[in-house]
């Protein structure tokens, strides 16, 4: 009843049983959240009139009204970042919920500004949720091997409402608890202990996840282990490495994707290098050059029109390569002059050794920068 029939990826029934403790401890959170909200708008702490009641659902709607400007937003700036990495959104959908919530419980204290303080919450658990569902989506059609996502969607509501029901009546419990709803300090730690909990929950469910698409974090572990050790990781292994908290930005060596030519070239013989430039990269979909300016290692990626993912990754293993065997003192047009010869080497083997490593090479969902494409006019 709980469970697909059809064949699922190996990795569903981990994530599956690590997801119900984490539900159950979110509601928990939502039930001792709400009994905030509802004593800040007046319920239990007067008594009930027809204006105080209106005023409570004038504030209670307007509240929801400011929050779905959230998932707006959200749906349309951010929604071609899902597919790429739903691990790390479906965390970050959790912390930024759990901001929200900190607004919803402060409304108890200071009720006569509950409407800012109840929008502010809802808000950003309107932009949690705008993040959560597209990356929930992606992970569901992930187990859909078979092509029964309508089945494991189905599946995953029986867990959900399970989930939902053991959280409601345990929160209930802990409202009835005597101390925990009349002291806001009490309150307050069980929400964030339980709410720890939660997260915690919610880590280790992600990090059950084996995805077989090659996306920026995991190529990067990927090439940095051939590069050094010409030994692919698999699936397994790759995934257990991945760290799902860290921000793209923050990884190294750190690679600048989408830099105009123009910035890419420093120094007084910027017209002969710019021709350098474009005679080493003429086979290759992007130019890639080592920022001269700063003291850590950085590479500089300017793309092609008609580039792909597997540009991407081809300019992700020489920025590896580079970062390996960089020299300050010797000449930059010599040292990417090598690395890619030894791109051309052994790129093609790098591609086969995953995939007999169980990697699916048509799935590389990294982003070419479209916006900033180089047009092949401005090449010749």
Known sequence: MALPKDSVSDDYLEYILLLFPTNVTGWICHTLVTSSLLKAVGVG??????????????????????GAVGRLFIGGRFGNLFDNDPKQWRLYADFIGSTGSIFDLSTQLYPAHFLPLASLGNLAKAVGRGLRDPSFRVIQN?????????????????????????????????????????????????????????????????????????????????????????????????????????????????????????????GQKRGSEVRMLLKLYEEEKYFLVVNQLQTEF??????????????VLRCVWQSYLL???????????????????????????????????????????LRVPQEITIQASHTV
């Open 142 to 266: 992930h187990f859909a091997i078979s092509g029964n996502l309508g089945e494991i969607s189905a599946k995953e509501e029986v867990w959900e409402v399970a989930a939902e029901l053991v959280g409601l009546a345990l929160g209930i419990l802990a409202l009835d608890t005597p101390g925990i709803s009349s002291s806001f300090p009490v309150l307050t730690s069980t929400w964030l202990g339980v709410r720890i909990l939660h997260l915690w929950f919610r880590y280790l469910t992600l990090s059950v996840l084996r995805f077989n698409t090659i996306n920026l974090k995991r190529a990067r572990i990927l090439v940095n282990s051939h590069v050094l050790s010409q030994i692919v990781p698999g699936i397994k292994e790759c995934n257990r490495m991945e760290n799902i908290l860290v921000w793209e930005n923050f990884l190294r060596p750190r690679i600048t994707f989408g830099v105009p030519l123009e910035d890419m070239i420093t």
């Open 45 to 66: 702490s007067f008594s009930g009139t027809s204006a105080a009641a209106a005023a409570a659902a004038i504030r209670w709607v307007a509240k929801d009204g400011i």
């Open 298 to 311: 950085e590479v500089f990626v300017s793309f092609k029109e008609g580039a792909t993912s597997l540009s």
């Open 323 to 365: 970062h390996q065997n960089w020299s300050k003192s010797d000449d930059v047009f010599a040292q990417l002059k090598l690395s890619l010869t030894e791109l051309n080497n052994r790129f093609d083997g790098f591609l086969v050794q995953l995939e007999e490593a169980g990697w699916d090479t048509n799935l590389i969902t």
